[in-house]
């Protein structure tokens, strides 16, 4: 009879580990049934970030940046970093690690990515390496309306970033809050692109992004996109482990987010070879970036002329949206109505999504099913 306990005692044990462990595949395209409901613009109590939801006084602002926790002023900056060959050792981020929002394209069809950083709260004096622009990044500039830094941009007719930047009014290289590091000495801002030393080119491009905040007219005005917060956690189904993966062809590019629960946030890994995967650090203090909110936004994503490196990815539009928050998901919903609305995020009920106070990294991942793209959590 003992025996007989003990057995059914340890199979029960197997099944709750297993239920608890169990990996769910995310459904890109179903209908979720949720009912939008009306949205307004979101404001902060003074002395609470628009883009973190916390406490401007707490943060310390090294000599030589500026943001937001400086000098009390909302000026989102932009800026295009490097994620080739999945970003490790001497390819790392540096500066990355103090953007509010960290938003991860596609960039090429084989699975490499591109990373656009939002810096608000603290706007750092060395951010690189600083890559070059596609009509995407455009379209995802207009909403935050923020100073821009990109070096080089796509000009293949059908993907063209400078004519996209004429469509909507400004000029790749001459307007006051784009910083386009193909210029010449005679911009204000050329002086804030330098080469860093130790560092083979492309991956050594440095963009002072303090100075080129400072550069921007003081009368200009950014369009509001405060982010709603919550006061309390996400309630949803556990996930503590969300796997990434753009393509079994390069696996550089597939990670895994790891939820700290001590720290409250997600670790990003990046997967080096079969189940290997590496922490993915800050090239100066070799920090681990995290983030306390993580949002995959679904996407249709073309290619202009069949090119593997011009991707058409849709930023106005909508779509199923996940939301992994304190070891939690949830499933909700993206709008974005126009070139000149922010994109609005949906929880599961049909209102705004609430993000926990904190750093956030969107994922613009596409909508089409393939055998090698997945995105699974546990």
């Given at each position: 009879m003992?025996r007989?306990?003990?057995a059914?005692?340890?199979?029960m044990?197997?099944?709750l ?5 169990a990996e769910?595949e995310i ?7 949720i ?7 979101n404001?902060?109590?003074e002395g ?5 939801g916390?406490e ?9 940046f500026t ?8 000026l989102p900056?932009?800026v295009?970093?490097?994620?080739d ?6 390819r ?8 509010d929002?960290v ?18 709260d ?13 009509v995407?990044?455009v ?14 941009q796509?000009?293949t ?9 004429k469509?909507?009014?400004h ?20 002086k ?5 030393e ?24 950014a369009p509001n ?9 996400l309630t949803?189904?556990a ?6 993966q ?7 590019y ?13 670790e ?11 922490p ?5 203090n ?11 936004q ?10 593997v490196?011009?991707p058409?990815?849709?930023?106005v539009?909508e ?5 992994f928050?304190?070891?939690?998901h ?6 974005r109505?126009?070139?000149d609305s922010?994109t609005?995020?949906y929880?599961p ?15 613009f ?8 793209r997945?995105?699974?959590?546990q």
């Amino acid at each position: 009879m003992k025996r007989r306990i003990f057995a059914l005692l340890t199979l029960m044990v197997m099944l709750l580990t297993f239920a608890a462990s169990a990996e769910t595949e995310i459904d890109r395209t179903g209908d979720r049934k949720i009912d939008l409901q009306e949205v307004t613009e979101n404001t902060v109590p003074e002395g609470i970030s628009p883009t973190t939801g916390l406490e401007l006084s707490t943060y310390t602002v090294p000599e030589g940046f500026t943001g937001m926790a400086l000098t009390g002023r909302y000026l989102p900056m932009m800026v295009q970093v490097g994620n080739d060959e999945g970003g490790l050792e001497w390819r790392a981020p540096w500066g990355l690690n103090y953007a509010d929002v960290v938003y991860e394209l596609p960039l090429y069809k084989y699975g490499a990515t591109r990373f656009t950083g939002v810096f608000n709260d603290i706007v750092p004096d060395s951010v690189g390496f600083v890559r070059s622009a596609r009509v995407g990044n455009v379209w995802l500039w207009k909403e935050w309306g923020a100073g821009f830094a990109f070096y080089g941009q796509q000009e293949t007719p059908g993907s063209d970033v400078v004519e996209e930047f004429k469509k909507l009014g400004h000029y790749a290289t001459n307007d006051p809050i784009l910083f386009s590091g193909m210029v010449g000495k005679n911009k204000a801002w050329y002086k804030y692109y330098t080469a860093r030393e130790g560092l083979k080119n492309p991956y050594n491009v440095d963009a002072n992004l303090s100075g080129m905040y400072s550069l921007i007219p003081e009368d200009y005005v950014a369009p509001n996109h405060t982010f709603k917060f919550a006061d309390e956690p996400l309630t949803g189904d556990a996930a503590t482990e969300v796997l990434i993966q753009w393509t079994n062809e390069d696996e550089l590019y597939g990670a895994k987010l790891l939820y700290n629960a001590d720290q409250n946030v997600y670790e990003r890994y990046v997967r080096v070879s079969g189940k290997r995967y590496e922490p993915w650090v800050e090239l100066d203090n070799k920090e681990k970036i995290t983030f306390t909110n993580v949002i995959i936004q679904f996407i249709d994503l073309t290619w202009n002329r069949g090119m593997v490196n011009a991707p058409i990815v849709e930023m106005v539009g909508e779509g199923n949206a996940d939301f992994f928050m304190n070891g939690q998901h949830a499933g909700g919903y993206w709008k974005r109505a126009d070139m000149d609305s922010r994109t609005v995020y949906y929880g599961p009920d049909g209102n705004e999504m609430e993000l926990q106070p904190g750093k956030t990294l969107v994922i613009f991942f596409p909508k089409d099913s393939t055998e090698e793209r997945h995105i699974i959590y546990q």
